[in-house]
């Protein structure tokens, strides 16, 4: 795989960390839902599949701009909720999700984040969240700006403190300032088609979409099924007096 860039930025959600399975699952297994933490991980992924398409389908510039039913009816169905009980499941659903949910940390990402800090990769994160990410982060031991129990990374940016959310371009201008090299050498990956690979355009960054399960077959940009990936996709010449984040 070709050496293109010198520089990574991550989405959180759906990168480090997903909505948390033990509470989802103990909402939908009275419905027929699994309690398996890897199919609840799965039907992450297949709900922002779902909620992608359907913010195409209505037009809207962001799937923040849309009812997130498609997501939640997506993921119960994933989660082995009989079609009947699905619109109750998306109800039940929607009683406990919050952006405090967002905790259960992928841990084979969070390890692929370790070898790219010590590859001396520059790391940043850029998040469409409500104020907490860089809390949650740094308190579930993923990353954080300075030291900490996570891994070192340049810049932590939050949707909700900077007042512009992807796909809007303003939120990615602190990380790419902060990364130091041009825009086009910068890779930016996330789970949304619509947010993440449209946000990245619009930024002049190059999208990667993290789709581990492969429920965007047809998507128009890179895809990676892990973040450990990326490790062959750094320019090493870059990585000489970096060192740590």
Known sequence: ????????????????????????????????????VG????AHYAGMAAIDASTREHDAESIERISWRPYRLAYAREAGVAADRCDEAARQL???????????VL??????????HLEGVR????????????????YEGVAQVGEGSGVPVVIVTDSHV??????????????IRAMGVDPGRIAYVGDSYVNDVGGARNAGLVPILFDPYGFHPDAD?????????????????????????
Request: proline content about 5%.
């Open 107 to 116: 841990v084979e990402s969070v390890s692929a984040l370790w070898r790219l």
């Open 162 to 175: 900077v007042g512009v959310a992807k796909p809007d371009p303003r939120v990615f201008d602190d990380a």
């Open 39 to 42: 199919r609840l991980v799965r």
């Open 221 to 245: 940009c890179e895809r990676i099924a892990s973040v450990h990936e990326l490790v062959a996709m750094m320019d090493p010449r870059t990585r000489a007096g970096w060192g740590s984040n």
């Open 94 to 104: 929607s009683r406990v999700f919050s952006a405090f949910l967002w905790k259960f």
């Open 1 to 36: 795989m070709t050496a293109r860039f010198d520089a990574l930025l991550f989405d959180a959600g759906g990168i480090f960390v997903v909505p948390d399975p033990v509470t989802t699952g103990m909402v939908l297994e009275p419905l027929g839902g699994t309690t398996s």
């Open 123 to 138: 790391v940043g994160i850029v998040s469409n969240a409500s104020g907490q990410i860089e809390r949650t982060l740094a």
